[in-house]
């Protein structure tokens, strides 16, 4: 058959082989990837996660799935998820995936099976139109991504039904898959065989479509990476470098920096954070990405900042040891030989008291300093960072070690005149990893 032809070339192409596991839900398209991956002798592991939505129809799914798994004589794996877990597509999707990387991990193996078929990813498709995608967007699912493959993905629905009845396979129909309050559902239903009536064979051209967009975003992958070579330093943007490009490779470098901190990604939303590179890149600004995240304008750079700062958060320093703390890497040990000098790059030497409460923390109203060189009297830190010319932003941002409104040490600037190094007293490194 042209559908066992095509999977089995799908296997060589990844070079899947020995155990795979298979998302089995009990639906057509996931009983027939189960039984073709079981009839070309492939060792199956059947894996079926109960959403627990739809009380005794959710039981019978996995009852299903697990007879059906039982009359190929392979393998099954189920779990359900509590009933207080959070009832929306996303939320399921996220869940699935948590379940089926888990369910990898189990039985070590480096292939997990999903049913996807042409015409889901045609839905896909049509479905991020609607929303606002660009070329990656249309490029809709993946046949294959990290431990993840779609052996079904270029065969279409009505193959699939085909196979399941010529090899006298049953399978149960989800009853939500016919509500169309669901936007993909509606798509489906109502959408497409509209769709149909302009060309009835949509479902092909889509996904011809959805392969060219694949084609062309190579191609814009392959540019970005070169472009990235003139822009970026480390992980920050050269703002003068930036504003040099035309303005589609702006848009494409910006959507490929912030695009995977963004909940909703589309075409308004990525022009909003290249025209606000370019009406502010005069001055200090900044933008919000999401939640505690954003975009940053800070002459010579832009870059992404934690937003941590907005907080009381803070993090108490108890002895020697490794300290995560908005991103960073600290790493605190004690030393033997006394340095006659108090940084080293991103090296502080300090003689630090564990008894006191010493914590890692970021500016508060109030906080005063006495930097090292400073003989009598303090200052407040407000003061001491505007006469460094530290950038109003960046100020927000500075990984301080203090004690109670006292700062100790500004994490990769200064040190306190207090905290200096003198025989007799314990001495640590203060390492800044990024």
């Not at 049509?126 to 967007?137: A, D, M, N, Q, S």
Request: aromatic share 10%.
């Amino acid at each position: 058959m042209a559908i066992l032809e095509n999977v089995k070339k799908y296997l060589g192409q990844n070079n899947i082989s020995n155990t795979v596991i298979c998302a089995l839900s009990g639906g057509c398209d996931s009983v027939v990837l189960t039984h073709i991956m079981h009839n070309l002798g492939l060792r199956v592991i059947a894996v079926h996660l109960n959403h627990n939505w739809r009380g005794m129809e959710s039981e019978r799914d996995e009852k299903f799935s697990k007879e059906f798994a039982k009359s190929l004589g392979i393998e099954f794996y189920s779990e359900k998820l509590k009933s207080d877990v959070k009832k929306t597509e996303l939320a399921a999707r996220e869940l699935r995936y948590e379940f089926f990387q888990k369910c990898a991990k189990k039985f070590n193996c480096n292939f997990v099976l999903l049913a996807h078929n042409k015409n889901d990813n045609a839905e896909t498709l049509l479905y991020r139109v609607f929303k606002g995608t660009g070329t990656r967007g249309i490029c809709a699912i993946p046949k294959s991504r990290d431990i993840f493959y779609r052996p079904l993905l270029e065969i279409s629905r009505d193959e699939i039904e085909i196979y399941a009845k010529e090899n006298n396979l049953k399978y149960i129909n989800d009853s939500s898959n016919d509500c169309i309050y669901y936007q993909r559902n509606f798509i489906r239903k109502e959408i497409i065989p509209l769709a149909k009536k302009i060309n009835p064979d949509v479902i092909s051209s889509i996904n011809n479509l959805s392969e060219v967009a694949n084609m062309h975003y190579q191609i814009i992958c392959d540019t970005l990476t070169q472009t990235k070579k003139k822009v970026f330093k480390g992980d920050k943007i050269i703002l003068e470098e930036f504003l040099k490009l035309s303005k589609p490779l702006k848009y494409e470098l910006i959507n490929d920096f912030v695009g995977a901190d963004l909940k909703y990604r589309d075409f308004k939303r990525i022009e909003s954070y290249v025209n606000f590179i370019i009406d502010n890149h005069k001055k200090s600004s900044r933008k919000s990405i999401k939640t505690n995240l954003f975009l940053e304008i800070s002459d010579p750079y832009v870059y992404k900042v934690s937003g941590c700062t907005k907080n009381n958060f803070e993090l108490q320093i108890k002895g020697e040891g490794e300290y995560v703390f908005c991103g960073k890497k600290i790493v605190i040990k004690k030393i033997q030989n006394y340095p006659n000098f108090s940084d080293l790059g991103n090296i502080h030497y300090l003689s630090m008291n564990f008894e006191n409460k010493i914590v890692l923390r970021t500016r508060r109203d109030g906080d005063i300093f006495k930097p090292f060189g400073m003989v009598s009297g303090k200052m407040k830190l407000k003061d001491y960072l505007i006469n460094k010319k530290i950038a109003r932003q960046k100020r927000d941002n500075l990984l301080l070690l203090a004690e109670g409104n006292e700062i100790l040490c500004i994490l990769g600037l200064q040190i306190s005149q207090k905290m200096i190094v003198e025989k007799g007293r314990p001495c640590y490194s203060l390492e800044i990893l990024e």
